[in-house]
């Protein structure tokens, strides 16, 4: 990147973050002029990310964002780095099943609801309790589409996206008037992630929705970047569908 903004001197700590959505947020954070602590799993992609982002912009730190260890390491760092963490987004998510709910795995329901919902309960706490319980903030939850409406095949991904939507409001009632929660609920954004949901089918995938294209990590960074913003200041306990209108198409034969 060049031609960086001057620094806002605000921080934020992004889970899952070396690609797809997360550095999607980060760019768009990073591009106003905060500075960033990325996570995710892969040391490599992590690297690869803070040096497109600047590498006085932003740190990594690697681990599984289920991981109370790793969740901590994180916040340590963004305290010693930057001295402060304004912004949490939970970003970080798995969906490693696809078929129907009568026959899932148990403990893989619980693997997708530590990743999906623990972690995200985890790291918020452990930033109000670090800078936003005395100094305010806001957090966005990266929810889904699939948390809003039945998603066949994906059941256990939309089940754990509801509870992060719910969470969502329960963390906003109970951090207010310190600190602002909302999340945002995609459809189909094109990423490694959803890459299944699309690939080799764009364009049929991208025929039903209304904008006639899939989401790309910027549309969502884009969004981000409004919930930790002075303009959203009195939206708290919100979820943000950008579906690229596919809603608009329910109940449309």
């Keep these: 990147m060049t031609e960086l903004p001057a620094l806002s001197g605000k921080v ?25 602590v990325i996570t995710g799993r892969n040391e490599d992609a992590l ?6 982002l600047g590498a006085d912009r932003a740190v990594y730190v690697a681990g599984k964002a289920h991981d109370e260890a790793h969740q901590t390491v994180a916040v340590v760092r963004a305290m010693e780095s930057f001295g402060r963490v304004d912004y ?10 696809f078929g129907p709910i009568a026959d899932l795995d148990l403990g893989v329901a619980r693997k997708v609801f530590e ?16 800078w936003q319980k005395d100094n305010g903030g ?40 310190r600190v602002r929660v909302n999340a945002i609920a995609p459809a189909v954004v094109k990423t490694k992630f ?3 949901l699309y690939e080799g089918r764009e364009e049929e995938a ?14 969502i960074g884009g969004a981000a970047a409004f919930l930790t913003s002075d303009q959203s200041d009195w939206v708290t306990g919100q979820t943000l569908v950008v579906d690229g209108g596919i809603f608009l198409n329910a109940g449309v034969g």
Excluded: C, M
Aim: hydrophobic share 50%; charged share 10%.
């Design 206 to 219: 991208a025929a039903s929705y209304p904008l006639a294209r899939l989401g790309v990590p910027s549309d």
């Design 88 to 97: 949490l987004v939970n970003n970080a998510g798995t969906n490693p099943v």
């Design 138 to 177: 806001a957090i966005v939850n990266i929810a889904s589409v699939a948390g809003i409406a039945p998603s066949p095949f994906i059941a256990a991904y939309g089940v754990s996206k509801a509870a992060l939507i719910n969470l969502t409001q329960q963390l906003a009632h109970e951090f207010a008037p």
């Design 12 to 36: 934020a700590l992004i889970t899952g973050a070396s690609r797809g959505i997360g550095y999607g947020v980060a760019e768009a954070l990073v591009a106003r002029g905060d500075r960033v």
């Design 194 to 196: 959803a890459q299944a």
């Design 115 to 130: 990743t999906n919902v623990i972690s995200a309960l985890g790291f918020a706490q452990k930033t109000w309790h670090a």
């Design 47 to 52: 690297k690869e990310a803070v040096e497109q």
